[in-house]
């Protein structure tokens, strides 16, 4: 079982940078793709970034690509999301998810683990 938890989110302007964090409880985090998606009210959830265990490939959503930067220290179980140039439609409830996996997916039904959610909104 893996437990996940997301730190770092709050209430920023446009235009602003906000890094937050995923930690998990497992034995060999390195073994683990972790994804980051996104919810807003009344909308599905939706994928922003992704990276494999070991090889550190990363993967985007066209929305997010060249303004958020997806990153890992498997010494310390923790992914993280940088965030930059927000904007008020980046605000939604931001989750992180792992699988046991050398592939990384965009769609959250491939993954079993995931957080709580953190809340980041963006205000214009």
Do not use: H
């Given at each position: ?14 235009g602003s940078s906000l ?16 994804g980051w998606f996104r ?20 993967y985007y959503a066209d ?62």
């Amino acid at each position: 079982q893996v437990q996940l938890v997301e730190s770092g989110g709050g209430l920023v302007q446009a235009g602003s940078s906000l890094k937050i964090s995923c930690t998990a409880s497992v034995r060999t985090f390195s073994n683990y793709a972790v994804g980051w998606f996104r919810q807003a009210p009344g909308k599905e959830r939706e994928f922003v970034a992704a990276i494999r265990g070991t090889s550190r490939l990363t993967y985007y959503a066209d929305s997010v690509k060249g303004r958020f930067t997806v990153s890992r220290d498997n010494a310390k179980n923790t992914v993280y999301l940088q965030m930059n140039s927000l904007r008020p439609e980046d605000t939604a409830v931001y989750y992180c998810a792992a699988e046991s996996s050398v592939v990384v997916y965009n769609d959250p039904r491939r993954y079993r683990y995931w957080g709580q959610g953190t809340q980041v909104t963006v205000s214009s």
